[in-house]
C-alpha cells in the first residue's frame, strides 16, 4: 500500500486543497539528493513520481531502501526537529510535492482539527513503518522497506480511510497534472 495513502485517508478535502495550495511541484534529475545526513530540512516531501535511494553513514554509504510513488520523506525531522538519520537522492528523474515546514508549521499552530489530523496520520504511517522494520529483524513476516504494505490486519475504521485515500490519491493527481501546463 502506498504510505501517503496514510496521510490522505485522515485529511480532508480542505486539508487536501491547501496541501496543493502550499505545496509546489519539483521535478528532479536522477542522482539529485533531497536530503543530506545529519543537515537539517526544511521540506517534507511526498514522492508522486520516480525513485528515491536511502543510505546512511552507518552502513557505509550503502543503500538500505528503495523508495516508491506514494512514499513521504523527511517525517521523522519533522516531528522532532533534529537532522535526517539517512540522505535521500533520486535514482531516477522524479515528481515531488515538497510542502514547506515553515507554512505548515504555522498551519498546524493555527487550525487545530488539521493538527490533530495531519499528526494522527503521520503516528499511523511511522507506526506502519516501525513494523515493517520490526519484520525486517525477523519478527514478522510484512514486507521490506520501500515495498507495500499488505491491506489486511487494520481496522474498519482505517480500512474505510484507506478506502477514501486511494480515491484522494487520485483527485491529487489529476489536479497536480492540470498545474503542469
Not at 508522486?48 to 552502513?59: F, R
Not at 522524479?94 to 494522527?120: H, I, M, N
Amino acid at each position: 500500500m502506498k504510505k501517503v495513502l496514510f496521510i490522505l485517508g485522515e485529511l480532508s478535502d480542505d486539508d487536501i486543497d491547501w496541501v496543493i495550495a502550499i505545496g509546489k511541484r519539483e521535478e528532479v534529475a536522477a542522482n539529485t539528493v533531497l536530503i543530506q545526513e545529519g543537515q537539517p530540512i526544511d521540506t517534507l516531501y511526498v514522492l508522486l513520481k520516480g525513485k528515491l535511494t536511502v543510505s546512511t553513514i552507518a552502513s557505509g554509504g550503502k543503500e538500505i531502501a528503495i523508495l516508491t510513488s506514494g512514499e513521504i520523506v523527511g517525517e521523522m525531522s519533522f516531528v522532532d526537529s533534529r537532522p535526517p538519520s539517512a540522505t535521500v537522492k533520486a535514482i531516477e528523474p522524479s515528481l515531488l510535492l515538497s510542502l514547506p515546514r515553515t507554512e505548515l508549521a504555522t498551519k498546524l499552530k493555527q487550525d487545530v482539527g488539521f493538527a490533530s489530523r495531519f499528526y494522527r496520520a503521520l503516528a499511523i504511517f511511522l507506526s506502519n513503518r516501525l513494523r515493517v522494520t520490526v519484520s525486517q529483524l525477523g519478527y514478522n513476516a510484512l514486507p521490506p522497506v520501500g515495498e507495500d504494505l499488505p491491506e489486511t490486519g487494520f481496522s474498519p475504521e482505517t480500512t474505510d480511510s484507506i478506502a477514501l485515500a486511494r480515491t484522494r490519491l487520485d483527485w491529487l493527481m489529476r489536479r497536480l497534472r492540470g498545474l503542469e501546463g
